[in-house]
């Protein structure tokens, strides 16, 4: 399966509801009643989840729309400190050149993207095989 940077979207919001968006825009499958191109489309949503981790969860597919979301750190927006100098116990001297927090890095986020295809093209590939060709168990896998 051919992939493209073209066919995903990224969204945050870290206002009131803290998450990141992920849309994925997959191929057309044919529709099982009527065999009409039907688009797929991949929406998984990290919600902010400061401490812990919960499994992902499928919240509905409707044919051509599958919505996931997924309570992980990695939701949460980064937040600089906001007190000032004396609050750090440091006489009012101040550290500016510690990191205090961190940021990630790119090849971090490239890797959780890979992840993501891979699960994308692994969800709806055994999607496409049991609609297709009617397959079960280990012949879902693409």
């Not at 919001?13 to 797929?40: A, F, R």
């Not at 997924?70 to 004396?86: I, R």
């Not at 959780?112 to 496409?128: H, P, T």
Request: hydrophobic share 30%; with cysteine; charged share 15%.
């Amino acid at each position: 399966m051919r992939g493209s940077s073209k066919n995903l979207t990224f969204k945050a919001n870290i206002s009131s509801s803290k998450y990141i968006s992920i849309l994925s825009k997959g191929p057309e499958y044919p529709h099982p009643i009527n065999s009409t191109p039907t688009p797929q489309v991949l929406n998984v949503t990290l919600l902010c989840s400061p401490g812990n981790t919960s499994n992902p969860v499928l919240k509905s597919y409707d044919g051509s729309q599958a919505v996931v979301e997924w309570s992980v750190p990695a939701g949460c927006p980064l937040q600089e400190d906001k007190g000032d100098d004396n609050d750090k116990g440091d006489g009012g001297k101040g550290h500016e050149d510690e990191d205090t927090t961190s940021t990630g890095s790119g090849i971090g986020w490239f890797f959780l993207v890979l992840v993501l295809a891979f699960a994308a093209y692994f969800g709806l590939g055994a999607y496409y095989n049991y609609s297709t060709y009617g397959a079960r168990g280990a012949d879902l896998l693409p």
